[in-house]
């Protein structure tokens, strides 16, 4: 055996564990629920072929409707929230704090990261109460008007938002400080000479050096607010009505919380996958850097 056969097969000896675990847990998964997806299917009857049923049902199934339009305004609340806020929170850092502060700073904002989203969905809803929380004792103590922040379907999906982009803006500040320090200096250097402001550097050197990495940010931003579960179950169950429900929500409703709909749920599921699968698609055409030939 020669050497390049022998690292090769080294190499596919590495992978074949990794790969088998996402073979089992995510690829195959994905094909099972394509086909259950066209059942009638639940975990006490065998599956029976319906066609196109699950789909067509879905299209005037209220709480399905309002999981996708609830999942669609968290998406597009807390991506660009988040990512715009790691962004300013990091150059800040970078600029301004390049010491033990900064470091510090950095710390304490990536405990919510590494905190568990129960944990940090109980707590928040704590803060959120209405008759005893943090956040409307301090409105009444300036003279305010206390916010029904969990329990009115007109501020409970801006309340999880707000407690998503807190968790996730650590996360992003990290990656987004790691890209600017990436950056040369020699060309914020060659910018001061030249003349040029704290914030023009910002504009147009930073911002535009960083465009590898807020793309990857909101890639992520984007696929984990698709699949956004935890935070919406714990603080509100949901609701009022159906004004927190999510699509995972959703599956996960109708797969285990009594319905027993393996087969609904798997149409569901599949509709999702479609949705990230073509959101990802439409940011790749039009935000992904373009490659120098």
Same mark, same amino acid.
């Given at each position: 055996?020669?050497?390049?056969?022998?690292?090769?097969?080294?190499?596919?000896?590495? #992978?074949?564990?990794?790969?088998?675990?996402?073979? #089992?847990?995510?690829? #195959?998964?994905?094909? @099972?629920?394509?086909?259950?997806?066209? &059942?009638? $299917?639940?975990?006490? !009857?065998?599956?029976?072929?319906?066609?196109?049923?699950?789909?067509?049902?879905?299209? &005037?199934?209220?709480?399905?409707?309002?999981?996708?339009?609830?999942?669609?305004?968290? &998406?597009?609340? &807390?991506?660009?929230?988040?990512?715009?806020?790691?962004?300013?929170?990091?150059?800040?850092?970078?600029?301004?704090?390049?010491?033990?502060?900064?470091? @510090?700073?950095?710390?304490?904002?990536?405990?919510?990261?590494?905190?568990?989203?129960?944990?940090?969905?109980?707590?928040?809803?704590?803060?959120?109460?209405?008759?005893?929380?943090?956040?409307?004792?301090?409105?009444?103590?300036?003279?305010? +008007?206390?916010?029904?922040?969990?329990?009115?379907?007109? $501020?409970?999906?801006?309340?999880?938002?707000?407690?998503?982009?807190? +968790?996730?803006?650590? $996360?992003?500040?990290?990656?987004?400080?790691?890209?600017? @320090?990436?950056?040369?200096?020699?060309?914020?250097?060659?910018?001061?000479?030249?003349?040029?402001?704290?914030?023009?550097?910002?504009?147009?050197?930073?911002?535009?050096?960083? +465009?590898?990495?807020?793309?990857? #940010?909101?890639?992520?931003?984007? %696929?984990?607010?698709?699949?956004?579960?935890?935070?919406?179950?714990?603080?509100?169950?949901?609701?009022?009505? !159906?004004?927190?429900?999510?699509?995972?929500?959703? %599956?996960?409703?109708?797969?285990? +919380?009594?319905?027993?709909?393996?087969?609904?749920?798997?149409? %569901?599921?599949?509709?999702?996958?479609?949705?990230?699968?073509?959101?990802?698609?439409?940011?790749?055409?039009?935000?992904?850097? !373009?490659?120098?030939?």
């Amino acid at each position: 055996m020669s050497r390049k056969t022998r690292e090769a097969f080294e190499g596919y000896v590495y #992978i074949i564990p990794s790969f088998i675990i996402l073979l #089992i847990f995510y690829i #195959i998964p994905i094909f @099972m629920s394509g086909y259950y997806s066209f &059942t009638s $299917y639940s975990l006490v !009857k065998a599956p029976r072929f319906v066609g196109l049923r699950n789909y067509m049902k879905m299209l &005037t199934d209220s709480y399905v409707l309002a999981a996708i339009k609830n999942t669609f305004i968290y &998406t597009l609340v &807390t991506v660009p929230f988040q990512t715009i806020l790691a962004l300013l929170f990091a150059a800040f850092l970078a600029m301004r704090f390049r010491n033990w502060f900064g470091e @510090m700073i950095r710390s304490a904002m990536f405990i919510p990261v590494i905190a568990s989203a129960v944990a940090c969905g109980a707590v928040w809803a704590v803060l959120m109460d209405t008759d005893n929380g943090l956040l409307n004792f301090i409105l009444h103590f300036f003279g305010a +008007k206390g916010i029904n922040w969990l329990g009115s379907s007109q $501020y409970a999906l801006i309340s999880i938002c707000i407690v998503a982009i807190w +968790k996730n803006v650590g $996360y992003f500040l990290v990656i987004y400080y790691a890209g600017i @320090m990436g950056i040369s200096r020699d060309l914020f250097e060659a910018a001061e000479i030249d003349g040029a402001s704290k914030w023009q550097e910002f504009r147009l050197i930073t911002i535009p050096m960083l +465009k590898p990495v807020t793309y990857l #940010i909101v890639t992520l931003g984007i %696929i984990w607010s698709f699949q956004v579960f935890d935070l919406s179950y714990v603080m509100t169950g949901g609701g009022p009505g !159906k004004s927190t429900v999510t699509l995972v929500m959703d %599956i996960y409703n109708q797969a285990f +919380k009594g319905n027993g709909k393996m087969g609904y749920a798997s149409a %569901i599921a599949m509709v999702l996958l479609l949705f990230i699968v073509i959101v990802n698609l439409i940011e790749n055409r039009f935000f992904k850097p !373009k490659e120098e030939v």
